[in-house]
Every structure is written in C-alpha cells, then in structure tokens.
T-cell receptor, first 115, second 112 residues
Framework: GENVEQHPSTLSVQEGDSAVIKCTYS??????FPWYKQELGKGPQLIID?????GEKKDQRIAVTLNKTAKHFSLHITETQPEDSAVYFC??????????????FGTGTRLTIIP | KAGVTQTPRYLIKTRGQQVTLSCSPI?????VSWYQQTPGQGLQFLFE???????NKGNFPGRFSGRQFSNSRSEMNVSTLELGDSALYLC???????????FGPGTRLTVL
C-alpha cells in the first residue's frame, strides 16, 4: 500500500519568513496530493491540493510543488503569520483513477510562528 | 453551504461497551470516509461509503463497522470497545470519487 513520509516533524519560523514542509510517497499510482491544516480541537482543513498532471500550484501565500519522478511534493508558506501556527498534514491518494477515495496521511508537521 | 457535521463531539465509554458515531456530509456530497486519529498512529483510514455501498476499507478489525443511508448520512459503530480505541474519529465528505475531501470537527472518544 501507499506510504507517505513527512519532514520535519516540528518547525519554528520567525514571523515573516518562509516555511517549507516536504513529503515523499511510495506508490507511483498516486495522483492526488492535498495538504491539510489542523488547529487544536478542530478537524483538518484543506488548504491546497495538487493533481499529478500539474507541477506547481499557488494560492496567495501558499504553494505546492510536485516532482512525480522523485515522488515527492512540498508545501511552501511565504510571509508567515502567527495564525499559520498549526499542525500540517500532507496526504496522497489514487482516488481519481479508481473512483474511490483513501487518503494516506503523513505524520504531520507542527509549525510554530515566532512573533 | 453547511460543512460536515459530526455528533456527538465528545463521548466517554467503558471497555466492552459499543458506540455509534454519526456524520452528516455537505449537502450534495455522496461519498463519506472515516478516519481515526491518534497521537501514536496518526491519521488512519477506516472505510469509505458511496451511495450506501462500502467501496474501500482500511486495516481495522471487524469491531469497526459503518453504514450509509440514502440521504448520504453515515454512521460508524465500534463494538467491544478497547482502551486503544480512544481517539479522534473524523468524517470527511466529497462529491464523488476522486474529489476533494472536507473534514468535520471529529468525535473525541475516550474509553475508560
């Protein structure tokens, strides 16, 4: 089955600086890669996603890049703000190919923005 | 549109009991997936339902079961609870296969 590794497990960044979180996946059939942000006491919130036919996607301060050959994808947050502090999860699935959905998650990155 | 709702939000049970959790997906969404989140194992897939049929199942014992109703609402049941079943149980909905999944706030289950 699919296996997703995520690094680092914790990340502290000065406010205004950039943060990068990296994930690798094992199943080359995976074609959908979402990123979720989870705040204390809440469910994961989708912040950005990318499909395998796209190499990069950007939404304001957040961007995701995908390298299918190397089977890794990364989340980039620029101009970090205190409200970016949370746990971030990457995930992978091949739902778009098979018509069903099973997200395999990374282990999470606790991001702390230092004011 | 209202988001995914889960009830109850918190639950305390004792070993050996059974529990039923409920999930109402976003209006119009037909797929509901369930995940278990624990500090040790992270987020793990339990099962997914689409149009009242279980399409995919994770590696959990048979004590974990689910169902989906014709209005797409879903329930999951855990029988003979064990201490290790203490977790946050998350429900996610999507329009159809391969679409973005939106999570609810979860049900925090504590087994004593």
């Amino acid at each position: 089955g699919e296996n997703v590794e995520q690094h680092p497990s914790t990340l502290s960044v000065q406010e205004g600086d950039s943060a990068v979180i990296k994930c690798t996946y094992s199943d080359s059939a995976s074609n959908y890669f979402p990123w979720y942000k989870q705040e204390l006491g809440k469910g994961p919130q989708l912040i950005i996603d990318i499909r395998s036919n796209v190499g990069e996607k950007k939404d304001q301060r957040i961007a995701v890049t995908l390298n299918k050959t190397a089977k890794h994808f990364s989340l980039h947050i620029t101009e970090t703000q205190p409200e970016d502090s949370a746990v971030y999860f990457c995930a992978a699935s091949f739902g778009a190919n098979f018509g069903n959905e099973k997200l395999t998650f990374g282990t999470g990155t606790r991001l702390t923005i230092i004011p | 549109k209202a988001g995914v709702t889960q009830t109850p939000r918190y639950l305390i049970k004792t070993r050996g009991q059974q529990v039923t959790l409920s999930c109402s997906p976003i209006s119009g969404h037909r797929s509901v997936s369930w995940y278990q989140q624990t500090p040790g194992q992270g987020l793990q897939f339990l099962f997914e339902y689409f149009s009242e049929t279980q399409r995919n199942k994770g590696n959990f014992p048979g004590r974990f079961s689910g169902r989906q109703f014709s209005n797409s609402r879903s329930e999951m049941n855990v029988s003979t609870l064990e201490l290790g079943d203490s977790a946050l149980y998350l429900c996610a909905s999507s329009a159809t296969g391969g679409d973005t999944q939106y999570f609810g706030p979860g049900t925090r289950l504590t087994v004593l």
